[in-house]
């Protein structure tokens, strides 16, 4: 199935992301390769939640956080459909085609000191990527806890994409 | 001397890890590359220490977790030398033989607020890619400390590699 | 306008880092690629700062950390180019032309639990990288809040670039 029929099927859509402020951008292209910068899991333009994960008052559920997990995963999706609609002419969702591999995922999570399910978590961005390109979206992947995120986010999820 | 002579005469033997629950995988190739997802050093399928890195009380030795990077390092290679084998339909030990370099390694250390000596604690790691490979296991890195890892573990080491 | 051009104007010089002790180097290439270690703020061989960065009494106030992730990004181009320069027999600062785009920024910052401006702090490193390369310094990058750094640095960037 096409990527645009397996977003259907989900239910998503792939945000149109504000550029990030500074001499940044959202996805690199180098080679057949492209990297994005780690993204947070804004849902319409809001973080949904902010704080650290854990188990415990004033902490982000850990099932909560998933969610998050996979809200940033399909951002970092958006900024490389971006760039390849960019070059392609294509909508942001068909050029999506072109990935023939998702190679590496990178997680951080904002965790409590006492809590250790950081890659329970990044579940939700590896299920997204699987969802979305069936084998090929099948990594390698790293999930690590930190100790604060940018704008008080949970999660930050970074993928290294090959594309024909 | 061979990969193999090295990792006899260092007492040492790849595992062979279970491979990750979920919709990941421990290395994947591009191109000339293969990435590894982030190693727990695992000894025997479990975690021989599980905490924080620093010195007191209730923390994990700096000594110790140097030991752990190394352990950590190895699993890297035993996921890169799986792949790499069943590619060849080599021995994991023997078809290592075609990295020609290894470029990366970054190493996350589960540290106490006031350790600030991650940078030793990784030398277990890039000590072992010397001793397995001379010359062509002399990497980039990057060490950092970080609030938690999964399961508790002390340390976390991926390795990004170059084939022939 | 060229690198050394730009360098000049900006008053930056490009220190020659001593090597890092261990089996592992500040850069390495492979294929078109560059790949730096984790670079801390140096300046003249010091950290002018240690601790972790925040607001309040015995943090790192965020101006200075921006100043700092300045410093690291220098460091890293030291780095790039010091490799650069081995290969080409050409002056660091002059080898470093062959730089056709900055890849990705990775961006530590050694963060106080309540501290969420890392993207500010790493505008530091992004727009040095702008200043000196212009448009081809303009990345992806992803900035993390991490529990310490080797030797009390408030932040750590490390690099990957494209040459021709």
């Known amino acids: 199935m096409s990527v645009r029929g397996r977003l259907d099927e989900l239910g998503l859509t792939l945000s149109t992301a504000a550029a990030p402020v500074g001499a940044y951008v959202p996805a690199v292209r ?14 319409d333009g809001v973080l949904p939640v902010i704080g650290k994960v854990g188990v415990g008052p004033l902490l982000v559920d850990p099932a909560m956080a998933t969610q998050l997990a996979r809200a940033a995963a399909l951002n ?22 072109s990935v ?10 904002a965790s409590d000191g006492a809590f250790t399910g950081q890659a329970g978590v990044l579940n939700g961005a590896s299920t997204l990527l699987h969802d979305v390109f069936g084998d090929v979206g099948v990594h390698a992947r790293s999930a690590v806890g930190v100790a604060a995120l940018p704008l008080g986010a949970p999660v930050e999820v970074e993928i290294l994409v090959e594309t024909r």
């Open 30 to 43: 180098t080679g057949v390769h492209v990297y994005t910068s780690g993204q947070l899991p804004f849902v």
């Open 76 to 97: 970092a999706l958006a900024a490389v459909g971006a760039l390849l609609a960019r070059e392609s002419g294509l909508e942001a969702v068909d050029a999506l085609e």
């Open 100 to 109: 023939v591999r998702v190679v590496k995922v990178t997680g951080f999570v």
